[in-house]
């Protein structure tokens, strides 16, 4: 009987035996196999290394990738994965549910804080669309999340990486330039992450912001201001793209950020005589006259601007000193922008780890990769030469206008530009500011009219505009002519005014469909994005539903009437809207729509702060009337530019 049992007992275990034993040999067979391919996946990289020919940052990229494949491949991921779950059960690292708490912390401290009242169907519905969201949750481990954010970085350092392999590989020769040149790649990582330092320290401003009192919005706006200070120039240039759009803004904040526009802080002498060395190889004071290093007119996120005199000789044969406008760029602009991109991505792939969900991770790349398209577009500020070239263009074309002026360009190099100095123009606030009653309306009225006929003849007649035309870039003479200043950017019209035009026919008609194919056709990865076109619609409606934009149908003039300038401003205000949280569909806008947007945006708020204190019928009856009389003004302007060239050329054959 013994015997029987223990038989039975055999026959039972033997089969339960046999499948641990061969789980357990598979799984170190996996894990041994996987552990081989490891260092077999470091070999293309050793190879490139090894070799004595140079790298290219796609060949880098490319061993990179496949070393981490291998990485993210190997059976200890799994394992993290099973660690990280049991952490994240009993708390001991952020979960779903701290998610979730978070989520509601920052969703009440937006309610609260919000200048005007969210109804509460919005907030339930936010709330059922989220716990759709996280309703399937594939969690990351601990050890992919770090080997994320160290591709990332790599990613980012790629060029400087092939650079300084390069570099070494020419050092085999003994050349002592490489060996300077190296020095100085290790000083740029230096100094970067002195920047990263600088910019993620500047974080610990949202404490502050979340313990002051929800309405106090003037505590609130200078506590945002300190922070984007810090943050530095990325981060000023998103500040003026804000503030020339301040409807979305409380008016406390809105002000404060409308300062960036104006002026911030001021490069520092040493900053500002290294730049001309760096030139010139000697100091502005040796260069120019009068050049006070420690007093400039006014400063941008990119540089400084400082009045000066320079000798010149007239047509007379006479020398004499002639006021100028020398305009110097901060040192290490580039840099400062990578670090600010950078930096927004590691919050980005941090908020994985604080905010663990799959389900997240779409609109977080797509925020990524938007972050960096928008850069991009801010990247061409940062050669003055190319600066020089667009402003000489539109200088030229200037000679054809009478109510808009761009200042010459005397001399330009990547970081000084020199150019003409116009005395008597003043910012838009100031002209403004200086006169009252009916002669401050007629000025208004006239400089409204001026700048929109700017606007279209660019649009119209050049097809280029520029790329960041907010009130700071505007300065204005007495009898209401328009300087346009600061041409870092500009944006070519070829081949978009067809796209840009449906795009806001479709908006104020609120039409889901073709606004989805326009998004589509803008992106960065149109293909891709055809094959979610169902969803990227269903998106827009509900988008258009919580802003209350309602199609329009036959009557179409009728409803615009009905709805009056409020219904009208909020279709406006939601085209901008979708252009700028297009991350929010997974769709990222090529840079060049989405600096149109950002330059349509700054005109726009340019256009409102002309009117400033006006009723709002006042400006778009100036607007009609502009928009209708445009053809006629334009061929009176050319007609007397003409008959100026007439005149002139006449009195010279007189003399």
């Known amino acids: 009987m013994a015997n029987q049992d223990q038989d039975k007992i055999i026959q039972i275990s033997l089969p339960a035996l046999k499948d641990r034993t061969g789980s357990m040999i598979r799984g170190v067979g996996n894990f041994t196999t996987r552990t081989i391919r490891i260092p077999q996946a470091f070999w293309p990289v050793a190879t490139l290394l090894a070799n004595n020919e140079p790298i290219k940052r796609d060949q880098l990229g490319l061993a990179l990738d496949e070393l981490f494949t291998s990485l993210y491949e190997h059976p200890l991921n799994e394992q993290s994965r099973t660690l990280t779950r049991a952490l994240r059960k009993y708390r001991l690292i952020p979960n779903e549910d701290t998610t979730e708490n978070l989520i509601r912390f920052v969703v009440g401290q937006v309610v609260t804080r919000s200048p005007i009242e969210v109804p509460e169907s919005i907030v339930n519905e936010f709330w059922g669309f989220f716990h759709e969201l996280l309703a399937a949750p594939e969690l ?12 990332l970085v790599l990613r980012t350092y790629e060029p400087l990486i092939v650079e300084l392999i390069n570099r070494l590989k020419d050092l085999r020769k003994a050349n002592q330039e490489g060996l300077t040149d190296m020095g100085r790649k290790v000083t740029v990582l230096r100094r970067d992450l002195v920047i990263l330092r600088r910019q993620i320290k500047a974080i610990r401003y949202i404490r502050p912001f979340l313990q002051t009192d929800p309405k106090d919005f003037s505590t609130q706006a200078q506590i945002v201001a300190r922070m984007v200070r810090e943050f530095g120039p990325l981060f000023i240039k998103m500040a003026q793209v804000a503030a020339a759009n301040a409807d979305f803004l409380p008016e406390e904040i809105a002000r404060e950020l409308e300062v960036f526009q104006q002026d911030v802080d001021p490069m520092t002498p040493d900053e500002v005589n ?84 799959s389900k997240l991770l779409p609109f977080l790349h797509a925020l990524s990769d938007q972050v960096k398209e928008f850069t991009r577009g801010f990247e061409q500020e940062l050669n003055f030469e190319d600066e020089a070239a667009i402003q000489r263009r539109f200088a030229k074309r200037a000679n054809q206008a009478k109510v808009w002026h761009v200042p010459d360009v005397y001399l330009s190099t990547s970081r000084i530009l020199e150019m003409e100095y116009v005395d008597d123009a003043v910012s838009i606030k100031e002209a403004i500011r200086n006169l009252q009653g009916r002669e401050r309306r007629r000025f208004q009225r006239t400089l409204g009219e001026n700048f929109l006929f700017t606007l279209l003849e660019h649009i119209f007649i050049y097809n280029e505009l520029h790329g960041d035309l907010h009130p700071g870039n505007i300065m204005v003479s007495p009898d209401a002519e328009l300087h346009l200043i600061d041409w870092g950017n500009a944006v070519d019209m070829q081949g978009k005014w067809g796209l840009v035009r449906d795009y806001l026919i479709n908006v104020l008609v609120a039409e889901p469909e073709a606004l989805a194919d326009i998004l589509i056709n803008m992106s960065t990865q149109p293909e891709e994005n055809r094959e979610r076109r169902d969803l990227i619609i269903e998106r827009l409606q509900d988008t258009l539903n919580r802003r209350d934009v309602s199609p329009l149908t036959d009557d179409i003039l009728l409803t615009l009437w009905r709805e009056g300038l409020p219904g009208l401003h909020r279709r406006m205000q939601t085209s901008m809207q979708l252009m700028s949280n297009t991350y929010q569909l997974g769709i990222v806008i090529r840079s060049d729509y989405l600096h149109l947007s950002r330059s349509f945006v700054a005109m726009a708020g340019a256009y409102m702060n002309i009117y ?44």
């Open 140 to 151: 990351k481990g601990l050890i992919e999340l770090n080997l994320d954010i160290i591709r």
């Open 612 to 655: 400033d204190g006006l009723p709002r019928t006042i400006m778009l009856r100036d607007t009609l009337k502009s928009l209708v009389l445009f053809p006629v003004n334009l061929g009176l302007t050319r007609l007397s530019r003409g008959i100026d060239r007439l005149r002139g050329h006449e009195i010279e054959y007189v003399a």
């Open 274 to 357: 290294e730049a001309f060395l760096d030139c010139f190889g000697k100091l502005p004071t040796e260069i120019y006259f009068q050049f006070a290093v420690d007093k400039p007119l006014r400063s941008g996120s990119i540089g400084s601007v400082y009045l000066a005199k320079k000798p010149v000789v007239d047509d007379n044969g006479v020398e004499r000193l002639q006021p100028i406008i020398v305009k110097v760029a901060r040192h290490n602009l580039e840099r400062e922008f990578q670090m600010g991109n950078l930096a927004i991505e590691l919050m980005l792939v941090s908020s994985q780890f604080w905010a663990p969900h």
